[in-house]
Each structure stands twice: as C-alpha cells, then as structure tokens.
C-alpha cells in the first residue's frame, strides 16, 4: 500500500510507514494539499494494522520550513482560521495515533514545521539541520500545537527566548534543550531512522500505545490521576500476550518475539 499525491507520498515497509513531504521548491512549506496528504496518511496508518511505526521526513534541502508566507499572505482572517482549523486536525490526528511517530529532520524545521516535529514522539536530526519558531518575526503566535509542545519542552524560559526572537537553534543545541533525541551526520540520518523505526515496529505495539497515550496525558494530569491511569493500564498490559513473551524471553536469556496481541 502507498499514498502518492503532488506533495505527500506515504509507503511500508517492514512495518514502518514512511511519510515524505514533497515540496522541494518552497522547502516543504505547508499548503492545505499538504495538510489534507498528511491527514490522509495519519487515518491509514492508523487503519492498516501492518503499520507499526511512522517516520515523517521531508524531501529536498529542508525537513519543513512552516507555513507558505507568500500564498498565505493573501489568506483573509476567516481564510486564516480554516487553515489553522485542519492544521489542529492534523495535530490531533498525531497524537491519536496509537503508533510511535518519528519525525527526522534534516535542513530547516521551522515554525509550524518545527511544530509538526514536536507533535512527533520523537525527533532525530542531521547535523545540519536548524530549528527556529519565527512566528513572531511575521507578527504572528505559534500555532499547530506549538504553544502547548514549546513551554512543556523547553519550559517557558527557554519557550519565550525562541518564540521572542526566532533565534535558530543548530541540532546540537537543540539537542542539548531537549528538543531533539540523537543526532546523526547527514549522510547517515536515513540509515539512523530506519533503524530506529523498525526497532520500534518490532516491539511490543499496545504497550507502545498505552505508554503515548499515558504520556501525552502526563502533561496535564496530577499525580494522583497518572498514579490511577498507570494502575489501569499495567492491570491491561499483564494480560498481554507480549508481557508473556517477554518475560518468558527473559527467562530463558533471549530476544522476545513481540507479536502485538
């Protein structure tokens, strides 16, 4: 199964559905096309159950550079407002998915495409890659959830100096304010990914799931909430037939088999 319109293509392979922007010339900048490709590729994912991980890359010398300034400039308050509407879509959409996203950034993500890396579970980077949130520069706030991942990364300090100034963090940096997991020299970042993402579609899928989903809600919830959720959820997973086989692995001192079930 593949996904192939003029700015998104999606394929799998073992397990791992890989997802490319595909708008070299504007450094994948985002257009509704865009957003609808994404979508469309977020809800099979989510249907097809060969789909274990996700991985979002972008084509060409950027990963994503954010919203098309110059298309957009034309937009009207109300055209503004409907576009930030299936950018939220989108958003959702991501962190509904039960399944890792990993998003691999090379060359520029900037503001709503460093916002689509951090709506990701995890983010790996070349070298070269920069990060910036220059919304402010354009007389505009983040949006595509960055107002919510920023603060929460980054803690408001931090959060504001970016979103204030639109410096531009190199992936080193990045990785150092705890935006980015690994970085990778550029000529080994798609090897680095794959290998990391079917790792992933070789785990145990629902634990996976359960730990995003309880996650995610960590950013919001108290103690005593995560303490009830964690207790309903380890009473699930103990049921699992992956915690069987991978205490029964650990046993017997080998590599577990995980299944999903």
């Known amino acids: 199964m593949?996904?192939?319109?003029?700015?998104v293509s999606a394929a799998i392979e073992q397990g791992?559905?890989?997802?490319?922007l595909q708008r070299p010339e504007v450094l994948n900048a985002y257009s509704e096309e865009m957003l609808d490709g994404l979508v469309q590729a977020m809800e099979e994912a989510g249907r097809n159950r060969e789909v274990k991980t996700v991985v979002i890359s972008g084509a060409g010398r950027a990963f994503c550079a954010g919203g098309d300034v110059k298309s957009m400039s034309d937009f009207t308050p109300l055209d503004i407002h409907d576009f930030v509407g299936k950018l939220n879509y989108l958003v959702r959409s991501m962190s509904k998915l039960e399944k890792p996203i990993i998003a691999a950034v090379h060359g520029y993500a900037a503001g709503a495409g460093l916002c689509l890396a951090l709506a990701c579970d995890m983010i790996v980077a070349s070298d070269d890659a920069k990060f910036s949130a220059g919304f402010a520069q354009i007389g505009l706030v983040a949006d595509g959830g960055g107002m919510f991942f920023l603060p929460r990364t980054l803690g408001t300090y931090r959060a504001k100096e970016m979103l204030f100034t639109g410096k531009i963090l190199s992936a080193a940096k990045a990785q150092e304010w705890g935006i980015v997991n690994e970085v990778f020299p550029a000529s080994a970042l798609a090897e680095e990914t794959k290998k990391l993402a079917v790792q992933l579609a070789n785990g145990p899928s629902r634990t996976y799931a359960m730990i995003?989903?309880?996650?995610?809600?960590?950013?919001?919830?108290?103690?005593e909430?995560?303490?009830?959720?964690?207790q309903t959820a380890q009473t699930v997973m103990?049921?699992?037939a992956d915690h069987r086989e991978g205490v029964q692995a650990f046993k017997e001192k080998r590599k577990p088999m995980f299944t999903g079930e």
């Open 16 to 20: 791992v559905m890989s997802i490319v």
């Open 2 to 7: 593949s996904i192939q319109t003029s700015v």
């Open 212 to 223: 995003k989903k309880l996650a995610n809600q960590a950013l919001t919830a108290d103690l």
């Open 225 to 230: 909430a995560m303490l009830g959720m964690e």
């Open 238 to 240: 103990a049921s699992t």
